[in-house]
């Protein structure tokens, strides 16, 4: 009998073995401890009642309640390690759900100012309008909704629907969360709104909480432009793309090249509230976070200068019939890029033609080359050559020159002056290929500038050891070379500025929320091209060229001006160049002697029955002139060369008007006897330009002394 009782136990031992190693090997752990539970019952439950004949009544009684008791112990354990342990990660997210809120913080873009701090890129605060329509089946706040829909409604505040109530009652009936009323509108409208609904009167309940307005105002940040129309080709743009999530990033333009720095930051905070949402917990953490907004970022950009520019080009663009037109203005001694003028007919066009697309520059081309050979001592300004009669062959080639009175023996001055294609020719015999193209390299035509503008184009270069016999001849006058305007004004300031050629720059600096400058971009010298003395020889020829060659246009009585024409034929490819289509360009530099500003104007395809009317001389020299015109007006000390202003100061005293009697700003004062630095003197608080014809004192004006200057843009004085 002994030996099969403990045959039993040593099965039964084996059975409760088998199981766990069982229910452990399936990693079923909670299986394994409530099984472990209810065998420590059982025995336990067997001990309790095997001498259950034996006991008392009130022990027996006890024992029972025992059992029970410690059977719901079980229970109540097992259920509270199911909780805390088992499905720990269930009911932690149902108390977050309850007492965690998150807030969603969001910065401002960085704002972009011009030199002056003239805002040019910056936000503006607009609000979507949003409400809960399912809330409309509390009965406590049913009617207080709808007081404030229509009181919103026949406000004209925001436009809503006539319908507007009955919408969000059917709504409500499908238990509809969201419903968008308003959107885009600005910090006054929401003023005006929660003005509105705080003024509307509410019925008072006994026992019932003061009424609080169910409309939600969702905030979000609108980038807005100054002036668009004149700066959205260089600022850019920021819009939403398929990759982005509905954020706004920039697309072109400066937008886009410093958008790492511009960009907004985020960050949620999750905080532990109280079920009132009124109260923290103490278990939430305060952190410090650093700004959240994005930089500032100044440019080299004068908005004033930027303005003439634009005005100017703009008006000859539209004059004129061109298909585009491109401005630029530029500090030649740092590379800082003052102002940017871009036109097309194309109203979808995004690129900025000034960096990423590149033309045949013409004849404002040669200043480069007459600079290299001059650098080189193969030629000086006195050189003579013989353009014969305007013709000359070349490789089976023959080459013309624009003007039928460029003939005959001419030195490397009027070659500039004149513009002699020939000319370039002669002077381009005197160097290698491989001479000709390093002075290309030298002076980076060969790369791109390095400018910070997104996607500026590289140049397509050929090495000369793959020239054509032609190639070096045709370059030599602008043809058959295409770079970027960004290239040629950047290698013509090197020409004008003593020889060094500079990395132009669009950003001056950027700065942090707090106005710390975090960046600054400082001028950039890329090398030496030419020498001091040949840049100062240039600037003499060039100077010549507005003076008494086909620069005339751009002349300013009575201060020194220097610059280049160009007139390229636009090329068809493979077809050859179009006849009668051209590059209008003119490229000036101002004061001469010391230069302060490069300043270039292109037009393409300008629209003129007589062909003559299309050449750069005529074309975009006098816009050049106009813009220098209006910046001598724009500056206090008009930075003119006064010598060079031929006053006879005797005669000028006698004839003197009384400036002090003068009221220019009704009725237009009478300049007679006065000289150009009086008349300036009278007009320069006006937005008034004056054109100035001939020297010395004025003997004509117009309009007429005494006339209205309502609407009056321009004075003409006639000297003599």
């Known amino acids: ?55 008392e009544l009130f022990d027996k009684r006890s ?88 009181a919103i409604k026949e406000s004209g505040i925001i436009p809503l629907s006539e319908n507007i109530e009955e919408e969000l009652l059917e709504m409500a009936k499908e238990n509809v969360k969201y419903k968008r009323i308003a959107r885009n509108i600005d910090d006054e409208q929401k003023k005006e709104i929660v003005d509105l609904i705080a003024n509307i009167e509410r019925e008072k309940v006994k026992g019932r909480a003061k009424y609080k307005s169910v409309l939600v105002f969702e905030r979000s940040i609108d980038r807005k432009y100054y002036k668009s129309e004149e700066y959205d080709k260089l600022v850019g743009m920021v819009k939403e ?18 958008q790492n720095y511009l960009v907004e930051r985020k960050r949620d905070i999750t905080k532990l509230y109280g079920l009132n949402k009124k109260n923290t917990l103490a278990l939430s953490k305060e952190t410090l976070f650093s700004d959240l907004n994005g ?16 005005d100017e080009i703009k008006a000859q663009f539209k004059n004129i019939n061109a298909y ?20 097309s007919k ?29 650098n080189e001592g193969f030629i000086t300004a006195n050189t003579q050559f013989n353009v014969g009669d305007g013709r000359i062959v070349r490789f089976k080639k023959t080459i013309r020159e624009s003007s039928r009175s460029t003939r005959g023996v001419i030195t490397t001055r009027e070659v500039i002056m004149k513009s002699s294609n020939v000319g370039m020719v002669l002077i381009s015999d005197y160097f290698t ?23 500026e184009l590289k140049p397509y270069t050929l090495p000369y050891q793959e020239w054509d016999g032609l190639k070096k001849n045709n370059m030599a006058f602008g043809q058959g070379i295409a770079i970027t305007p960004i290239q040629m004004i950047t290698a013509f300031s090197a020409v004008v500025n003593g020889g060094t050629l500079y990395k132009p720059y669009l950003v001056e600096k950027i700065t942090d929320g707090e106005g710390i400058v975090i960046r600054r971009n400082t001028p950039t010298v890329v090398r030496k091209v030419i020498s001091e003395s040949v840049s100062e020889s240039m600037r003499s020829i060039l100077t010549d060229t507005v003076d008494k060659g086909t620069g005339k246009r751009a002349r300013i009585e009575g201060y020194a001006v220097g610059g280049k024409t160009g007139t390229a034929q636009l090329s068809g490819g493979k077809t050859g160049y179009i006849r009668n289509e051209y590059l209008s360009s003119f490229i000036g530099f101002f004061p001469a002697d010391k230069p302060k500003y490069v300043i270039m104007a292109m037009f393409m395809r300008p629209q003129f029955e007589i062909q003559s009317n299309r050449f750069g001389g005529v074309v975009a020299a006098p816009v050049v002139g106009n813009v220098i015109r209006r910046i001598i007006k724009e500056e206090e000390g008009f930075a003119k060369d006064i010598e060079k202003i031929n006053v006879n100061s ?40 004056i054109e100035v014809v001939g020297t010395g004192l004025v003997v004509e004006q117009k309009p007429a002394a005494g006339d209205s200057l309502k609407d009056v843009k321009k004075v003409k004085i006639i000297l003599k």
């Open 324 to 343: 585009e037109a491109y401005g630029l203005i530029m500090d030649p001694n740092s590379g800082k890029i003052l102002a940017v003028a871009t036109f």
């Open 295 to 310: 930089k500032n970022i100044y440019l080299t950009i004068d908005a004033d200068l930027n303005f003439i520019l634009n």
């Open 346 to 374: 194309d109203k979808d066009l995004l690129r900025n033609n000034i960096f990423q697309s590149q033309y045949e520059p013409g004849s404002i081309f040669k200043p480069l080359i007459v600079a290299a050979a001059m």
């Open 433 to 455: 290929n491989a001479l000709f193209e390093q002075y290309l390299k030298d002076f980076g035509l060969y790369d791109k500038t390095g400018v910070d503008f997104p996607n």
């Open 63 to 150: 024992s029972i309640m025992l059992l029970i008791i410690l059977f719901f112990l079980i229970i109540y354990g097992l259920r509270l390690f199911t909780i805390q342990f088992l499905l720990k990660s269930k009911y932690v997210g149902l108390m977050n759900k309850q007492l965690i809120s998150v807030n969603k913080e969001v910065g401002q873009r960085g704002a972009i100012y011009d030199s002056n701090g003239k805002k040019l890129a910056f936000n503006k605060r607009l609000y979507t309008v949003s409400i809960n329509p399912s809330l409309l089946n509390d009965e406590k706040i049913h009617d207080d909704i709808l007081k404030d829909i229509t």
């Open 1 to 55: 009998m002994r030996k099969k009782f403990k045959i039993g136990r040593l099965l039964s031992l084996l059975i409760v073995l088998s199981i766990t190693g069982y229910l452990i090997y399936i990693k079923s752990f909670f299986v394994l401890i409530t099984f472990w539970f209810l065998l420590i019952y059982i025995l336990f439950s067997y001990a309790v009642v095997k001498n259950w004949k034996k006991k």
């Open 650 to 689: 005797e005669t000028a005293g006698a004839h003197k008007s009384s400036l002090e009697a003068v009221n220019y700003e009704d009725v237009m004062p009478d300049l007679e006897g006065m000289s150009p630095q009086e008349v300036l003197s009278v007009f320069k608080e006006t937005d008034i330009d």
């Open 241 to 258: 793309t398929e990759d982005t999530n509905d954020e706004k990033i920039g697309i072109s333009g400066l937008e886009k090249q410093y």
